[in-house]
């Protein structure tokens, strides 16, 4: 009976306890960060404790830092001010409208915003994000008419590997019985096969252009460029050993999205299966996949569109092998690149070997460099000119 009674009392204890606990979490005024009011944003975290807290982003002044790439801008960082209370904050004029992501230092630790929802995984990290309204960023928030976005399991015979990639259908696609158009779309070194759609915002800008009519409706195919995964490292897959210095495993990837992801798609998906109907195109290390794909397999995609990468050092066949591209036809031959990117230069190089071998091109320059920023500009601004 003492038991009992003592149990009794250690339970109603506990409760009394999670009780004022829940009623103290529900009286706390909520942290709201970011948050924009007219024009300024307020960035806030609480940490009593910390000695400095700082805020680095996409809109914090940029500083130089050497990396194996060269001299390249990173984000700065900016000291927040503490009150009584322990809370940090930050107000700054409302940046231009873009997507910006963000990290907090606390006495030099990384850490995102906890009470910002909104993340963005790039590669092995996750960073808090801003995404301020505006023309430039109208088709990054979500449609009325929204696609789905598939996670599709693939055996790959030529990698040898069971793989994953996403694969974008158009609002409308499950309940017709309409073929749709092929974009074949590649993210850059680091990323994976999520990239394109978190960090690019691929499913919300294909929406958008094919609601307000700028586009046409299509599929659109991101599989994982790294040949040696399953899938993402988020999921925990072990990874095959893969050489990429041995000649016998050049373009091996790029075979394989011949080889393996077109057939599967054109198998399993209600696609238009000829080339007037497939677009290629990739970013970056993808830039380089899209080349290949155009040059080793000429004919086999009508629309080509490598973003951020052109040629590098001395590739002797070449002419050759756009030679065998003019031959074959084409409808689009469309590049883009920033002229603060590293790979400016390659970009350079391939517009003139364009020029040089009689391939009809265009060359899409912006601003800024090897980023996300400018990666969403080229799919807004070369998706329209698919399958027309």
Same mark, same amino acid.
């Given at each position: ?10 339970? +109603? ?30 960035? /806030? ?37 503490? #009150? ?22 606390? !006495? ?12 963005? /995984?790039?590669?092995?990290?996750y960073l808090s994000v801003l995404l301020i309204p505006g023309e430039l960023t109208a088709n990054y928030f979500e449609a009325n008419e929204r696609g789905n976005l598939h996670q599709v399991w693939y055996d790959s015979p030529t990698l040898g590997l069971n793989r994953r990639m996403y694969v974008y259908t158009p609002y409308g696609y499950e309940s017709s019985n309409s073929s749709y158009p092929v974009l074949y779309l590649l993210h850059g070194a680091g990323g994976d096969e ?7 915002? +691929? ?36 990874? $095959?050993?893969? !050489?990429?210095?041995?000649? $016998? ?10 080889? *393996? ?12 299966? !000829?080339? #007037? ?62 002229? #603060? ?5 390659? #970009?350079?190089?391939? *517009? +003139? ?13 912006? $601003? ?21």
């Amino acid at each position: 009976m003492k038991k009992l009674l003592i149990t009794t009392l250690f339970l +109603t204890f506990i409760a009394g306890v999670q009780a004022q606990e829940l009623s103290n979490f529900m009286n706390r005024k909520p942290i709201v960060s970011p948050e924009i009011v007219e024009n300024e944003v307020v960035f /806030r975290l609480m940490a009593p404790h910390a000695d400095t807290v700082k805020i680095s982003g996409g809109f914090t002044p940029s500083v130089k830092m050497e990396t194996s790439f060269g001299t390249m801008d990173v984000p700065g960082a900016l000291l927040m001010s503490k #009150d009584e209370s322990g809370l940090w904050s930050i107000t700054l004029p409302l940046p231009e409208p873009e997507l910006y992501t963000y990290n907090f230092l606390v !006495d030099g630790l990384s850490m995102n915003d906890p009470s910002n929802i909104f993340l963005q /995984r790039d590669g092995t990290r996750y960073l808090s994000v801003l995404l301020i309204p505006g023309e430039l960023t109208a088709n990054y928030f979500e449609a009325n008419e929204r696609g789905n976005l598939h996670q599709v399991w693939y055996d790959s015979p030529t990698l040898g590997l069971n793989r994953r990639m996403y694969v974008y259908t158009p609002y409308g696609y499950e309940s017709s019985n309409s073929s749709y158009p092929v974009l074949y779309l590649l993210h850059g070194a680091g990323g994976d096969e999520d990239a394109w759609s978190t960090m690019g915002r +691929t499913r919300q800008i294909l929406d958008n252009l094919i609601e307000k009519g700028l586009a046409v409706p299509m599929i659109c195919v991101m599989p994982n460029g790294n040949p040696n995964q399953q899938a993402a490292k988020t999921n925990l897959l072990p990874e $095959a050993a893969f !050489d990429r210095r041995d000649p $016998a495993k050049r373009n091996l990837y790029v075979h394989s999205i011949v080889k *393996d992801i077109v057939p599967y798609i054109e198998q399993n998906f209600r696609v238009t299966a !000829d080339p #007037d109907h497939r677009a290629i195109a990739g970013l970056s290390m993808g830039g380089g996949h899209t080349i290949a794909a155009a040059n080793e397999y000429p004919g086999m995609f009508q629309y080509i569109c490598p973003l951020s990468m052109g040629l590098w050092g001395e590739q002797t066949d070449i002419d050759e092998k756009l030679q065998g591209l003019k031959k074959a036809g084409y409808k689009l031959y469309w590049l883009a690149c920033g002229t #603060d990117d590293f790979v400016w230069e390659s #970009d350079k190089n391939l *517009d +003139t070997k364009l020029t040089e071998n009689g391939l009809e091109h265009s060359f899409y320059v912006t $601003a800024g460099g090897h980023t996300w920023a400018n990666w969403r500009i080229y799919l807004n601004t070369f998706a329209p000119k698919l399958f027309k």
